[in-house]
């Protein structure tokens, strides 16, 4: 930032018939202005010194926000996969049992075969015996 840069000594001024030291007004208008723009700067310069704190103190939180989500992320899959693992174990627990109730369910078919073939050749049976005694 550039700015003018004018260099003032101070003069010998007389006033009413006092002789001072000092600058002229329009050089003690200047000063003032120029303290003036200085406070206003030393002011603007805290703020923004404030506010870059501040933002490196959010950046700091977000980036520590970051690392817990990234190792809560990691133990999400972690779960996850041992979800996965559980579940194919579960299903291949059920496919056994499916195997299983299949096997079953084709015994049972046989067994009712049997008890049908049964029941025919006891009808048969004992409508030939009942045959027989009749025409004894």
Do not use: H, P
Request: proline share 0%.
């Amino acid at each position: 930032m550039l700015t003018r840069c004018e260099a003032y000594s101070q003069k010998i001024i007389s006033n009413n018939k006092d002789t001072l030291i000092g600058y002229t007004l329009t050089q003690n208008d200047f000063i003032i202005k120029g303290l003036r723009q200085l406070k206003y700067y030393k002011i603007a310069d805290s703020i923004c010194e404030k506010q870059y704190s501040n933002s490196l103190l959010v950046i700091k939180n977000q980036i520590k926000t970051i690392k817990n989500d990234s190792s809560n992320l990691a133990d999400y899959k972690a779960i996850a996969l041992n979800k996965d693992r559980a579940f194919d174990e579960k299903q291949k627990e059920c496919d056994l049992l499916n195997k299983t109730i299949k096997g079953l369910n084709r015994e049972v078919e046989i067994q009712k075969a049997y008890k049908w073939v049964f029941i025919g050749l006891g009808v048969v049976g004992t409508g030939y015996m009942g045959f027989k005694y009749l025409m004894k």
